[in-house]
């Protein structure tokens, strides 16, 4: 009944086994259904021309290119992640614009519309991700491909306000009108996106989440994303995480994993963890506080900081609160595998995750579907992350305000085991329920129903 399925993300596991949840999610999805995958290949080329590498994968396709260095700088390290990823996180003061940038992250989406066009068919259902596509379906379209085109924004949409500080600001919706379905993570981030078009010459909201731009007509819809829950909680269980931490017996663990970002907001975590210790009772319980953060990005500007700040941090609460034999936080910048990472947050007491902005935060679910539903940890999340939509059950907490976050994890702490089950329990529902398979498959269907109702 349905065309081929033809994903585009900026890098194609190419080079090895899938991992991440994102790309474990389209292997599988691109798997079952066979397909096509096109994206980068993680190589940089000083003169890449126009042809794609075909990689066999698992029952599909890959189809990669090179990025030459000033496309790796103006299109991946400028204009994605030194303009669009900090305006979509609230840091348009951040922003580090550059005309030159923009072009050449014009430049490779236009060159990659020109690649696909050739290899597409008018029955192929194309899914592209992120935020280093936003241009792409209108540069498809101005090739000639009229086959069904989505969009997953895996960022938190920009505030309208914001919006305004992109010097390409009007592009933006025609950018948008390009997809058929133009996915989100959040109801907040439709919202956001619909107060951006409301009001726009040309612009017509039809009906539930329909949008009418100029010739076009697409949709806006949130399907948040979720993680492989259960493979996640077999790994979780696998192994002892509190014999890898080497812990003392009575010592409570809370827990931190994030890429140092400065979305993270991960010094003010440090400081509220600092604030819990010096206020907490003499009879308290002894906690530390495991920050799992591996740098990403060191060659962008607004990146370099980052690492500075927080070990200024660590080192500040570390000198006041240790003892001989006790150091209160631990901090490690390097990536830790999967089924230890998965061991880890199982052995852990509290969850301490509080970014300033998220699009989703797939830890606070990693965290739930690792626990020992008979023992459960206690999940603290900022009411800035996507995820506080479904997780209602967990200590919400604002991020900026250092001495809530100190008293929520005081809460967490001394949570008696019965309500640390009951929120739990209805943590968990909602992370194994709504898991990526079910995420890819409300995607598609609603492709499907678009690709139909234009047939
Ligand atoms: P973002 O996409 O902004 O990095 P998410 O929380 O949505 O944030 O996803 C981060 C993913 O990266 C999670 O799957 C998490 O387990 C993984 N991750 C983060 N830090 C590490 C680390 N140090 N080692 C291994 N995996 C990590």
């Keep these: 009944m349905t065309g081929r399925l033809v994903v585009v993300s900026n890098r194609v596991p190419s080079d090895g086994p899938p991992s991440g949840g994102l790309v474990v999610a389209l292997h599988d999805c691109l798997r079952a259904t066979g397909g096509l995958w096109f994206g980068t290949s993680g190589r940089i080329t000083d003169d890449p021309d126009d042809s794609f590498a075909q990689v066999q994968g698992d029952g599909y396709t890959m189809r990669t290119f090179d990025l030459s260095p000033a496309e790796q700088q103006g ?51 194309i899914w592209i991700h992120d935020y280093h596509f936003l241009p792409l379906a209108d540069c498809l379209r101005a090739e000639g491909v009229t086959a069904t085109i989505g969009y997953f924004h895996h960022i ?23 997809f058929d379905l133009f996915g989100l993570q959040t109801q907040r981030d439709v919202a956001a996106a619909l107060e951006m078009l409301r009001g726009l010459p040309g612009a017509e909201l039809l009906r539930d989440g329909t949008i009418s731009y100029r010739e076009r007509r697409f949709e806006v819809r949130s399907f948040p994303i979720g993680i492989d829950a259960a493979a996640f ?13 080497n812990f003392a017996p009575d010592e409570r663990l809370v827990i931190g994993v ?15 963890f600092g604030r819990y210790l010096r206020d907490r009772a003499e009879d308290a319980p002894k906690a530390s506080l495991l920050q799992i953060a591996p740098p990403t990005r060191e060659e962008v500007d607004a ?20 003892d001989l034999g006790w150091t209160p936080i631990r901090y490690i910048h390097s990536g830790v595998p999967r089924d230890t990472l998965a061991a880890v947050y199982r052995a852990a007491d509290v969850g301490f995750v509080t970014p300033f902005c998220d699009g989703m935060n797939l830890v606070a679910k990693e965290f739930v579907a690792a626990q020992d539903p008979d023992d459960p940890g206690v999940l603290i999340l900022s009411q800035f992350a996507g995820a506080v939509e479904q997780m209602a059950s967990a200590l919400i907490v604002n991020p900026y305000d250092i001495g809530e ?51």
């Design 258 to 272: 994030d890429r140092l970002d400065y979305s993270k907001g991960l010094d003010n975590r440090l400081r509220a």
């Design 303 to 322: 990146y370099q900081q980052i690492r500075e700040d927080l070990e200024r941090t660590a080192g500040k609460v570390n000198g006041l609160h240790s």
């Design 405 to 455: 976050m100190a008293r929520a994890l005081r809460q967490a702490l001394a949570m008696p085991l019965e309500e640390r089950i009951d929120r739990h329990q209805a943590l968990a529902r909602g992370v194994f329920r709504k898991d990526v398979a079910h995420w890819t498959r409300s995607y598609l269907d609603t492709m499907d129903r678009l690709s139909a109702a234009r047939a």
């Design 156 to 178: 938190p949409f920009p505030a309208t306000h914001d919006m305004m500080a992109l010097p390409q600001h009007d592009l933006f919706p025609h950018w948008m009108a390009g």
């Design 75 to 125: 299109y991946y390290l400028g204009y994605a992640n030194s303009v669009l990823w900090p305006l979509c996180h609230r840091r348009a003061d951040l922003m580090a614009l550059n005309a030159g940038d923009y072009d050449t992250y014009m430049q490779v989406n236009r060159r990659l519309a020109r690649m696909m066009a050739a290899e597409l068919r008018p029955d192929d259902r």
């Design 233 to 245: 909680a077999e790994e979780a269980a696998r192994i002892d995480g509190r014999a890898l931490l």
